[in-house]
């Protein structure tokens, strides 16, 4: 959260707070869910499944700025959402109209116009007039607790509004969340806004909120789960910069914004372990976590299109001043309102990252031709068998948990399946340990069963900073040798070698890394030689063997791919794709993957600005007519050409062979 000197300095402050504050003896706690390696738990079935998004945000908006166009698509599509607002997003109370002058501050005011924008967002989104009327009602929660929720339905379509309305700071000043997230005496009552059926208050510690955010969990029980960064980017601008832009010092985003993920992810861990130990299967989910402040940092990578659907979303939200919406509170969040989501400085609504990109299947051929397919639900490591050629059956848990969501992959020379994660080791607040370490899943034979998972470390020796890994990527050389990749805390680029006898050398940093976006693309050209392209801020950069080559490369908005050591990118704020013969002609927006075929040649992957997965190869073009898709699509190629594989939002995978 934040650096150790500022933190126990804000927690000493906060132990002297009246008890107007909220401070009490605390109740023994709980004991943080811990790592649980080992495999073969039972999965939740596909049969008793049904698609549903949940999405946490610190504040009424984030998810409109962060999380989006992801959660557009599966809206769009048909699927449940459900967003939990943790706080209340009163701020200083003031609702600030451009060109008038100030208000006295009304937070119960500010809070209640926030939530009514989301209303008419949301609305707008399901097709509806802005101003359609919602079911208001109280939701009972863990431990007495309450909180509102807002219902829209529109024919098969429904969006419910979860506010919890923590506040945003303590009687100090101090930012709440994080104070919460690291001081186990602490309470903090909720702030209901104006005109909610809420008619009372109630009262927060560190364990009631994981409970009550457990609890939503198994009520709603997501199949997509969306969250912000737990583990954002260390920030090095000035102070007064950092302050203009409202981040926690030391790191680059909102405060409450790394609080409330790391609360979700203790609370995703806290679901899973307590449906084990209770005897039922694993929740069968998959996450993704959003970048937050972290867009204004780095070359945009949203196209014309994609950004105005999105920037779309947030002008209900803001709203107008003359509106009559029937809220005496206002019609939303004024300062956010027509096109100041597109000409503000700090750029949020131009891009969306993921904090760990690449999050989507591995497939890989096994004996005897048919396809298996690797993936993160759960939080662990699980594996898909085709039963027939485009029929899967249900995963296989293969333990690991809890894993971030991206694995990384690669094949030895004998045909063994090497697979790569990020394991939250520790997730624990209040002066608890939180740690990430890279863990590996070693095939004992060509699709066969696996070792036991081992620690790779991290290439951080301390846990702060060890929380800046990203996600691994990995290829083998022809000689044999494994080269595994992640960003670190400096955001230059580390890597650990394995040879080709199975030991492994020490993590070493590469010449001239930083800084550099996540996830570098690594391939192998024709002379056996490793390539690594990662996106910097002002060009892509290139490693040949572990060596920094000196070209000037062009700048790229997101992630970069690679195969036989070419690069493919996409321009800043561009649909266009990029490669060694310009434009490959496949427009879109995301991840790309790309590999090389003797019959077709090159054969790129990626998705449409319309959300549908497109094929390029043998100079021909494939759109999937299919439903939507979550994480990223993987390209394999075997014996009978491209296939391309994906997981459904109700996490069961499905392939496409054009």
């Given amino acids: 959260m934040t650096p ?9 402050a906060l132990a002297v707070l009246p008890a107007a504050a909220g401070c009490s003896v605390p109740e023994p706690r709980r004991t943080a869910p811990t790592a649980d390696p080992a495999p073969g738990r039972p999965i939740a079935s596909a049969r008793a499944r049904r698609a549903l998004l949940m999405q946490f945000a610190a504040h009424p908006d984030d998810d409109l700025y962060f999380m989006n166009p992801d959660a557009r698509r599966l809206l769009d599509a048909g699927v449940p959402l459900v967003t939990v607002y943790v706080t209340a997003g009163e701020h200083t109370g003031r609702n600030r109209i451009a060109g008038m002058p100030e208000a006295p501050p009304d937070r119960a005011a500010y809070s209640a116009a926030r939530q009514q924008g989301l209303r008419q967002s ?20 863990s431990g007495g607790r309450r909180a509102e929720v807002d219902t829209l339905v529109h024919g098969t379509r429904r969006v419910e509004l979860v506010f919890l309305n923590l506040p945003m700071h303590t009687t100090r000043r101090y930012m709440a969340l994080p104070a919460l997230w690291g001081d186990r005496a602490l309470e903090l009552p909720t702030r209901p806004p104006a005109g909610s059926p809420l008619t009372r208050s109630d009262s927060y510690d560190y364990d009631r909120l994981v409970e009550v955010l457990a609890g939503l969990l198994r009520r709603y029980r997501p199949t997509v789960v969306h969250t912000l960064d737990p583990d954002p980017d260390i920030q090095l601008s000035d102070e007064a910069t950092r302050k203009r832009d409202s981040e926690q010092p030391g790191y680059a985003d909102h405060g409450d914004h790394t609080a409330t993920a790391s609360f ?18 694993v929740p069968a989910f998959t996450t993704s976590a959003f970048r937050g402040y972290y867009n204004r940092h780095w070359p945009k990578n949203l196209p014309p299109r994609t950004l105005r659907e999105k920037a779309a979303r947030l002008v209900p939200y803001g709203g107008d001043p003359d509106w009559h919406c029937g809220n005496p509170s206002g019609c939303g969040d004024y300062g956010v309102g ?34 298996a397919a690797y993936g993160v639900l759960g939080l662990r490591a699980v594996r898909w068998r085709e039963s027939a050629p485009g029929f899967w059956g249900e995963p296989e848990d293969l333990g690991g948990g809890p894993l971030a969501p991206a694995l990384g992959s690669a094949v030895t020379a004998d045909g063994r399946l090497l697979l790569f994660g990020v394991r939250f080791s520790a997730l624990d607040g209040h002066g608890g340990a939180n740690r990430r370490e890279l863990v590996l899943l070693e095939q004992r034979s060509p699709g066969g069963p696996f070792l036991a998972w ?38 230059g680029l580390a890597s650990r070698v394995r040879a080709a006898d199975g030991s492994w050398g020490p993590w070493r940093a590469l010449p001239g890394a930083g800084p550099v976006q996540d996830r570098p693309a690594v391939s192998v050209d024709g002379a ?30 997101s992630t970069v791919a690679s195969a036989g050591g070419e690069l493919y990118y996409r321009p800043p704020a561009a649909a266009a794709l990029l490669g060694p013969a310009g434009d490959s002609g496949l427009d879109g927006f995301g991840e790309v993957s790309v590999a090389r075929s003797a019959a077709l040649g090159t054969v790129l992957l990626g998705t449409g600005e319309d959300g549908r997965v497109r094929l390029r190869a043998g100079g021909a073009l494939w759109t999937r007519t299919g439903g939507p898709s979550v994480g990223v699509p993987a390209l394999h190629l075997d014996a009978r050409g491209p296939v391309v594989v994906g997981l459904g939002p109700d996490c069961r995978p499905w392939s496409w062979r054009p």
Avoid: C, I, M, Q
């Avoid at 096109?339 to 700090?346: A, G, I, V």
């Avoid at 301390?462 to 990527?473: C, F, L, N, S, T």
């Fill in 264 to 281: 979700t992810w203790a609370a995703l861990a806290r679901w899973v372990t307590d449906a084990v130990r209770d005897g039922g299967p």
């Fill in 528 to 557: 056996g030689r490793v390539h690594v392209y990662a996106a910097g801020p002002e060009s892509v950069r290139h490693w040949v063997d572990g060596a920094v080559r000196p070209e000037r490369l062009p700048v790229s908005g």
């Fill in 122 to 141: 949301y609305a707008v989104a399901l097709g509806l007039p802005v101003f359609t009327p919602w079911r208001r009602e109280v939701l009972g929660l």
């Fill in 4 to 12: 150790a000197p500022r933190r126990r300095t804000l927690l000493a």
């Fill in 454 to 491: 081992r620690g790779l470390g991290n290439p951080e020796r301390e846990d702060d900073r060890g929380r800046r890994v990203g996600a691994p990527v990995a290829v083998t050389a022809p000689d044999g040798r494994v080269h595994l990749f992640v960003r670190d805390a400096e955001r």
């Fill in 338 to 371: 027509g096109d100041r989501p597109l000409t503000s400085r700090k750029g949020w609504v131009r891009s969306t990252h993921h904090r760990w990109p690449g999050a989507g299947p591995v497939p890989v051929t096994e004996p005897g031709g048919r396809l």
